[in-house]
């Protein structure tokens, strides 16, 4: 189970953190990431990470502001954004899937992001 979180209101320029909580599993040898969906347009990738090795891959529209990041301790992985855009305001979705895997399978509930200009 994913509990995403850190969802809420900003103004273009902020910085923000979103978090999601691995619960019930681990995650060795499976991938996290975040997903995007903007209003009116299809959910998007914007970045993963590997769990063992903490490799990063980002989609190109957000390299440079968004950080993605995991601590094992506590079975989470976050987000940070620096420079919020209006064209972020989106619902932010983590995800999981196993490292053999090519589809995610596991899916936080989203949480919210709103800029405002």
């Known amino acids: 189970q994913l509990q995403a979180s850190g969802g809420g209101l900003l103004q273009a320029g902020d910085s923000l953190r979103l978090s999601c909580k691995a619960s019930?599993?681990?995650?060795?040898?499976?991938?996290t990431g975040w997903f995007r969906q903007a209003p009116g347009k299809e959910r998007e990738f914007v970045a993963q990470i590997t769990w063992n090795l903490g490799t990063t891959r980002y989609a190109d529209s957000v390299k440079g502001r968004f950080t993605i990041s995991r601590e094992k301790a506590n079975n989470t992985v976050s987000l940070q954004v620096a420079n919020l855009k209006p064209e972020d305001t989106a619902i932010y979705y983590c995800?999981?899937?196993?490292?053999?895997?090519?589809?995610?399978?596991?899916w936080g509930q989203g949480t919210l992001v709103t800029v405002s200009s």
């Open positions: 019930g599993r681990t995650l060795t040898n499976w991938i």
């Open positions: 995800a999981a899937r196993s490292s053999m895997a090519t589809i995610w399978n596991a």
